[in-house]
C-alpha cells in the first residue's frame, strides 16, 4: 500500500513538474524586466554598449535586430544566440555581459545575471524568441 501512495505522489510531482517546464515564457512579462534592469543602462541610445555595438535592448524589435555585426537571438536556438552565450558565460570574460570581471572590455559593471534569468532569457529563446 506505501509503495503505490509512493509511486502516485512521484506521479504527481512529475506531472507538476512538467507543466511548470513546459510553460510558456512572455516577452514583455519574463523577459523584458531582466533586460530593463541589467543591460538597458547601457544598451539604450546614448550608452556604452549601444554606443561600441549598435545593440539596443529597450523592446522587442531592437532586440531581435541584433548589434552592427549581426543578429544576437536564433529563434529556437539558445546554444546558438550570441546573446546567449554572452550572458551564460561561455565566451572570453572580456566580453561576457553584464561586464563583471576587471578584465572586461566594457568600462562600465554590473553584477552578472543569475543562474534563473539566465534560464529565463534561455528558455524565451528555445521557444521561439516569441514577442508575447
Not at 511548470?20 to 541610445?45: G, K, R, Y
Not at 554598449?49 to 543578429?71: A, D, I, R
Not at 554572452?86 to 543569475?114: F, W, Y
Amino acid at each position: 500500500m506505501l509503495m503505490i501512495q509512493i509511486k502516485w505522489v512521484f506521479v504527481l510531482l512529475m506531472s507538476i513538474l512538467m507543466v511548470a517546464c513546459s510553460q510558456e515564457l512572455s516577452f514583455q512579462n519574463d523577459v523584458m524586466p531582466i533586460l530593463a534592469a541589467n543591460c538597458s543602462d547601457c544598451h539604450t541610445t546614448g550608452g556604452e554598449g549601444y554606443n561600441k555595438s549598435g545593440f539596443n535592448v529597450t523592446n522587442y524589435e531592437n532586440l531581435m535586430k541584433g548589434t552592427k555585426f549581426g543578429p544576437v537571438i536564433v529563434p529556437g536556438n539558445s546554444a546558438s544566440s550570441p546573446l546567449y552565450q554572452l550572458i551564460s558565460h561561455a565566451t572570453d570574460v572580456k566580453i561576457q555581459m553584464p561586464p563583471h570581471h576587471k578584465e572586461a572590455l566594457a568600462e562600465g559593471r554590473r553584477e552578472p545575471l543569475t543562474d534563473a534569468q539566465i534560464a529565463i532569457i534561455g528558455k524565451w529563446i528555445d521557444q521561439g524568441a516569441k514577442n508575447n
